[in-house]
DNA sequence: CTGTTTTTTACGGAAAACCGTAAAGTGACG
DNA sequence: CGTCACTTTACGGTTTTCCGTAAAAAACAG
C-alpha cells in the first residue's frame, strides 16, 4: 500500500496538481518540495526516523535559481534516491523525455512509472498510482509497444525449462539430471551453463538472482 | 451447467479473446458489456425475465472515460451482482490484483475463481471454466503456494534490502559493501548470508534463485 | 565495573557456479 | 568416405556462495 508520498517538482501549480490528484485518490498529506537537494533530505530523513516513503514523484527538469543545489536534475536525484532507498518506487512525471532517457530510467535506474505532462496527464497519473500500488509498473502509452517489439528475445521451450526448474530450486547438477532423464537433447552441464549465459547476456543480467526476478515479473515463467 | 454468461470487460480486444475461448469450449452466444453499470442492468432483467445468468466474468479495473458510471469497478460490481442474485457464479479475470485483494473476494464475495491477466490466460481460463462448471473454484497459481506457505514469516526492511539489491543482480560482497557505506547496522557478509539462510528456511526455498522467484511472484520486492 | 548472553564479524574449507578450452559428436555437402 | 562447420560435452582452474566455528563487539543484568 502507498501512503507515504513524497513529490519533487519546483513547478509550484504542477506540484499542486499532483497533490490534487492524489487528494482524489484518498492519500492524504503527500510531502512535497522543489528542489532536488531538500527531496533527498526528507528521503533521508524519513529513513533515518524508520518512517521510509512509499513513493517518490518527480520531475526530471528543475530550473536553476538563486539556491546553489548539489543535485540539479530528477535523474540524478532518483540515482542518488536509489541509492540510499532501494526500495523506493519512483514515477517520473515530465514533459521531457527521449525515448532513450525513458528506456534508461527503466531499465538503469528501475523506476516503476513514467506520466507524460500533457493533456490527460492527471488520468494517467491516477493510473501510474494505481498500477504502482499493485507493484505493476506503469509505462507511458507510446512506449508499451515499442517495449513489447524490443523485449523480443525469444525464449523457446529449452529455456522456459531451464529458468522453471531453477525457479523451483533445482541446482544445474540437478537440472541437467532431469534432462537426461527426458532425452532432452542438450543436457550437458556446460549446455546449460552457456544457455544461462546468453540468456543473462540478451535480458542483460548479472546473476542468476536477477535474471529469475526479471522473468517472474515479466510473468515469463 | 454453465450456459448463460456474461462478460464485463472494457478492453475490447480482452473481451473479444474471452468470447473467443467460450466458443472453444462450445459455450455460444455470451452476452458481453464494456461498462459495469450496463452488466448489473443485464442480470437484473435476465433475473425478472426469469433466465438469470450462470456466470459472470468481470475485470477488476475498468478505465474511466466520458460516461459517468454509478458502479467503476470490478469488486463494486461484484457486490452489486452478489445482492441482487446469490447464487450466480463469478469468474474473476484481471491483471492486477494484490493476494490481500483476492483473498477478501474469495471470502467475503465468496466469487468462484480468479484468473491472471497473463502470458497463458487463455489455457487458464479453460481450466477456471471447467473447474467452476464442476462446481468447484478456481484458485490462481501463485495463491495456492501462498496460501500454503502462510507461515507468516514477516519479512522486515532488512530483508526486502538484501532482496532487492539481490533481485538487481548485486552480489553478496557487494551488498555486504552497500550496506557499510549506508550505514546499515549488520553488513557483514555472514551476516547476509545467515538472513539469507534464514529466509530460505522460513519460505522453504533451497537455492537463491527459487527464492528471488518466490518473492516476485509473492509481490515481496 | 564485571560477568553473561546475544549479535555481529572474521575466517577457512567444501560445494556450487562461472569461464575458457579442448575433445567428441553431429549433420551437410561434395 | 572425408572435410568442414557447428553443437555438445568433458575438464580444469577461478570465483562465488555455502556452512560451520570461533573471535570480537555489543547489549544487558547485577
Do not use: W
Not at 23 to 36: G, M, R, S
Amino acid at each position: 500500500m502507498i501512503q507515504k508520498i513524497l513529490i519533487a517538482e519546483d513547478y509550484e501549480t504542477v506540484n499542486l496538481s499532483i497533490q490534487k490528484t492524489l487528494e482524489e485518490l484518498h492519500i492524504p498529506n503527500p510531502d512535497y518540495v522543489y528542489y532536488c537537494d531538500d527531496a533527498l533530505l526528507r528521503i533521508e530523513k524519513a529513513l533515518q526516523a524508520n518512517a521510509s516513503y512509499d513513493l517518490l514523484i518527480t520531475d526530471l527538469h528543475f530550473e536553476e535559481d538563486h539556491r546553489q543545489q548539489k543535485i540539479s536534475s530528477g535523474e540524478a536525484l532518483i540515482a542518488a534516491a536509489r541509492n540510499i532507498q532501494p526500495d523506493l518506487k519512483i514515477l517520473v512525471f515530465s514533459a521531457t523525455g527521449k525515448p532513450s532517457t525513458i528506456e534508461a530510467l527503466f531499465q538503469k535506474e528501475d523506476i516503476d512509472g513514467y506520466v507524460y505532462k500533457g493533456r490527460n496527464d492527471a488520468r494517467e497519473l491516477k493510473l501510474a498510482l494505481e498500477q504502482i500500488a499493485a507493484n505493476r509498473r506503469y509505462f507511458p502509452q507510446q512506449f508499451v509497444q515499442q517495449q513489447k517489439q524490443k523485449n523480443t528475445y525469444e525464449l523457446d521451450a529449452f529455456d522456459i525449462t531451464i529458468l522453471t526448474l531453477m525457479a523451483n530450486g533445482k541446482r544445474q547438477h540437478e537440472i541437467s539430471a532431469y534432462l537426461k532423464k527426458n532425452n532432452i537433447k542438450p543436457s550437458g552441464l556446460s549446455s546449460i551453463e552457456k544457455r544461462l549465459n546468453t540468456i543473462k547476456d540478451a535480458l542483460d543480467c548479472s546473476t542468476n538472482e536477477q535474471l529469475i526476478a526479471h522473468c517472474v515479473k515479466m510473468r515469463i515463467i
